[in-house]
């Protein structure tokens, strides 16, 4: 049934009108009349109706003033203004006021009135999708960025005539992309819509909630005066996040990371505090996950530093600054030196030698890593030739790729090549791949692990136990080392269930064939215990720390003579010429 109002201050107009109406056998129409703009208003508030059928002269005014007062309160229901006059002026002017037709009422019939009332209603109806869809994430039916920034707009409007503030938060999955590329974008988009979900059961009905973009989701909180009550929020917003996720055959556990940007101190635009709140975010994720921070000035400084250093890093490469540091393994059965671990390192004109945490994540944002991978892979292998060249021992290296390497899927050859100039092969490198790298496109990476395992490389796992952490993708790809990360080594001999998860990865990586590396061993109670869980190679501190180049050359100098008890003055020669040289 369709309910129609007629606005009219003729008695006689409505009695026509219902009885055209009724007329219409084809739809059923309840038609409801008041006569003056005042009562029309309060009937058209209390949206009772689909329709309104609106008189040209009404007795306390204009239907045109009538359609102008409900273009400002922003009424959808489609309105007819009905009109004697023939002048179009009028009716363009009801167009612009929002009316959704015009009727002359000399022309009225049953079947105009009807046809115009339904395609009155359909017409809005479309116009209402379409707006719904230029304003709504399709997806999680949350609004999407073009209307919260309206929103906010509007938001500040209001909050600078009062003495309120208004918060912006930007909230980020952590590690989304993960879940996306090895469990497939349907339970990528499953996540994202009860992640929306979950926002709209924390929040209250007041306050707006978007998915901006991807995985990021921003929120509008007004009318607040208290830190504090943004702080519980942005808790409990990370609280909730945190309960397992059961999506299909999967239980997905994620974190958040929340950036907050409160008007006016963290900028009195809508641009400024959503940028604001987005670097805040950045800070939070990189500090500690499943928190959230306050923007602070310092924030917008520190990115420009990262700017500065990203110009650097790009010119480090091409002025010759970085190095390759050494680590050395020891086999534990043995007490030999076996091997060598590549760690890059930037020898800085102003702030002196910094270490990957300074200076990777800058490289990776600005697509530096594979440049920067292929750096460290030739200078390896220079310096293999070099020792080679000074017939000390051979160990093998292992060198860090990172995943932006596996995706150039030209990295088995670019290694063949860079070896082969060298006189060097395959056994003479280890690549160290993370959890993370492998369940990225696992498919795709698959075929080219597969392909870096034909060529005869050897594979590990770094650090392990702190990526995805599922023991299926062992069997899955072509890994012949398994690297225990130093966060279970740490407190190996203090923490038993640190002890217990150390041995079972152990067991698990014999029964797989693999042999087993402990990273970060410190001191020689760690060293005992993985000795009695059968660890293979130890590498950490107590052995030594990453050396320089000419450190390292030492050491294989010194464990030659370890190894043979003699060194040739032909060795020697050679070796006071190398150094000389660097
Ligand atoms: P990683 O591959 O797990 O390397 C081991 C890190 O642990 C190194 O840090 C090493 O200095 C440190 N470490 C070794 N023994 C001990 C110990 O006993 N105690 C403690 N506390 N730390 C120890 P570094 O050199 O700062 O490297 C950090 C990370 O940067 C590496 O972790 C690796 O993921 C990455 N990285 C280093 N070089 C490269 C590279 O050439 N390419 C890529 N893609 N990543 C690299
Ligand atoms: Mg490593
Ligand atoms: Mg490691």
């Not at 090895?182 to 929306?196: E, T």
């Not at 293999?384 to 021992?393: G, K, M």
């Not at 012949?480 to 067991?507: E, G, H, M, R």
Request: proline share 2%; net charge negative.
């Amino acid at each position: 049934m369709i309910k129609v109002l007629l606005i009219d201050d003729d008695e006689d107009e409505f009695i026509l009108t219902r009885s055209l109406l009724r007329a219409v056998y084809t739809t059923d129409y309840q038609l409801d009349w008041v006569d003056n703009i005042q009562q029309a208003l309060e009937k058209i508030i209390e949206q009772q109706h689909d329709v309104y059928l609106i008189d040209y002269k009404l007795n306390d005014g204009t239907g045109l003033e009538l359609l102008e007062r409900c273009k400002r309160k922003q009424i959808s229901t489609p309105m007819i203004l009905l009109t004697n006059i023939n002048n179009p002026d009028i009716d363009n002017q009801a167009m612009e006021f929002g009316a959704a037709d015009f009727l002359p009422k000399e022309e009225l019939s049953k079947t105009l009135l009807d046809r115009t009332i339904r395609h009155a209603i359909e017409r809005v109806k479309s116009q209402a999708k379409l707006v719904h869809m230029a304003t709504h994430d399709a997806l999680t039916g949350l609004i999407n960025r073009t209307l919260f920034c309206q929103l906010l707009e509007s938001a500040i409007f209001r909050t600078k005539r009062n003495t309120n503030k208004l918060a912006v938060m930007f909230l980020d999955l952590d590690r989304f992309k993960i879940i996306n590329d090895s469990l497939g974008h349907n339970i990528g988009d499953l996540l994202l819509k009860a992640v929306a979900q979950r926002l709209e059961n924390v929040l209250r009905e007041e306050d707006v909630i978007a998915r901006f973009g991807g995985d990021e989701f921003t929120v509008l909180i007004e009318s607040t005066n208290k830190k504090t009550q943004i702080e519980n929020i942005a808790n409990k917003i990370c609280q909730k996040m945190s309960t397992v996720f059961i999506i299909g055959d999967h239980d997905l556990h994620i974190t958040i990371s929340i950036g907050i940007a409160i008007y006016p101190e963290a900028g009195t635009n809508s641009l400024t505090l959503l940028k604001n709140a987005d670097t805040a975010m950045y800070y939070s994720k990189q500090s500690c996950r499943n928190s959230f921070k306050h923007f602070e000035p310092y924030m917008n400084t520190d990115m420009n530093k990262s700017l500065m250093i990203e110009q650097e890093f790009r010119l480090a490469i091409i002025k010759n600054e970085l190095r390759v540091h050494y680590q050395p393994k020891k086999e534990v059965k043995s007490n030999q030196l076996i091997g060598a671990e590549a760690l890059i390192r930037w020898q800085h004109a102003e702030r002196g030698l910094l270490a990957p945490i300074d200076f990777l994540q800058i490289a990776k944002e600005a697509g530096l890593l594979v440049q920067m991978g292929e750096w460290v892979i030739n200078k390896v292998c220079e310096d293999i030739h070099s020792w080679r060249e000074l017939d000390l021992p051979t160990v093998c290296i292992a060198i860090n790729i990172a995943s932006e390497q596996i995706k150039t899927k030209n990295l088995a050859q670019m290694l063949c090549k860079a070896l082969q100039e060298k006189q060097l092969t395959p056994e003479d490198i280890e690549i160290e791949l993370t959890e993370e790298t492998l369940i990225q496109n696992s498919e795709e990476n698959h075929a080219e692990l597969d392909q870096l395992r034909n060529c005869g490389f050897k594979l590990a796992i770094d650090d392990f136990g702190t990526g995805y952490s599922s023991l299926s993708y062992l069997k899955y790809f072509p890994i012949s080392i398994l690297k225990i990360d130093q966060c279970f080594i740490q407190d190996i001999t203090t923490n038993p269930t640190d002890a217990a998860i150390t041995k079972s990865v152990i067991d698990m990586a014999h029964n797989l064939n693999m042999i087993t590396i402990a990273e970060g061993v410190e001191s020689e109670e760690q060293l005992a215990l993985l000795t009695r869980f059968n660890c293979d190679q130890i590498q950490g501190y107590l052995y030594s720390k990453p050396l320089p180049l000419t450190d390292f050359t030492k050491l294989l100098q010194d464990s030659n003579i370890d190894q043979e008890q003699k060194m040739s003055t032909d060795i020697f020669n050679k070796t006071a010429l190398f150094f000389a040289s660097k």
